[in-house]
């Protein structure tokens, strides 16, 4: 069965450090990966998205996440962390299930941001 | 993308009633999907609604406690029947992401009293 694993339930960084969100998936072909941010009170969005091609994808406010097949992770990258950036991160695998395609998210990441 | 619009953006249920929540996008899409996100939880199917046909509900969930209507390729509605303070939660719909683009209403925040 897919699934997606996010090991860590909350993590705290200062604002101007490097960031790294883990994810890991499981799902027996090439799966499409996905990560959102999810603000408080907000609704969800998509940072970026890997289909195919160049596993180093970047995607916006900065992010950047790489596909390593090898070890079936899809890891979210920041440089350098702004306070705004404290929020609810979601990994996601897009899988086809019965000839329908769908989301199954991870449990979630929540980050925040230490002045 | 496809802009997808939900109502309403939140309300406050008495239990044992039942509350309607309307999806519509800009695009005719084939598969809209509903999710439920519970508090402090992540994100979890509800069900799968094509038109023209009965919604495909994920294990855990059926038909007459989440009622799904797909009267058009632009419009559904889920419904949240007999309500419990365990549905407090955000409802959210969403298009097939491989043909629509990659997005989620704003979602609909449900507290049942």
């Known amino acids: 069965a897919q699934s997606v694993t996010q090991p860590d339930i909350h993590i705290t960084v200062s604002e101007g450090a490097s960031l790294e969100l883990r994810c890991n998936y499981s799902y027996g072909a090439t799966p499409y990966l996905f990560w959102y941010v999810q603000s408080p009170g907000q609704g969800l969005q998509l940072l970026l998205k890997y289909f195919s091609g160049d596993t180093l994808v970047q995607g916006i406010k900065g992010f950047e996440a790489e596909f390593k097949r090898s070890q079936s992770s899809f890891n979210l990258r920041k440089p350098s962390v702004h306070w705004s950036d404290a929020a609810e991160y979601f990994c996601?695998?897009?899988?086809?299930?019965?000839?329908?395609?769908?989301?199954?998210f991870g449990t979630g990441t929540r980050l925040k941001v230490l002045a | 993308s496809a802009v997808i619009s939900q109502k309403p953006s939140r309300d406050i249920c008495q239990r044992g009633t039942s509350l309607t929540i309307q999806c519509q996008v800009d695009?005719?899409?084939?598969?809209m999907f509903w999710y439920r996100q519970q508090p402090g939880q992540s994100l979890t199917l509800i069900a799968t609604?094509?038109?023209?046909?009965?919604?495909?509900?994920e294990s855990g969930f059926v038909i007459d406690k989440f009622p799904i209507s797909r009267p058009n390729l632009t419009f559904s509605t889920l419904t949240v029947s007999n309500m419990s303070p365990e549905d407090s939660s955000i409802y959210l719909c969403?298009?097939?992401?491989?043909?629509?683009?990659?997005?989620f209403g704003s979602g609909t925040r449900l507290t049942v009293v």
């Open positions: 969403s298009v097939d992401p491989t043909e629509y683009g990659y997005t």
């Open positions: 609604a094509n038109q023209g046909s009965e919604a495909t509900y």
């Open positions: 695009s005719q899409v084939t598969m």
């Open positions: 996601a695998v897009g899988a086809l299930t019965s000839g329908t395609y769908k989301y199954i």
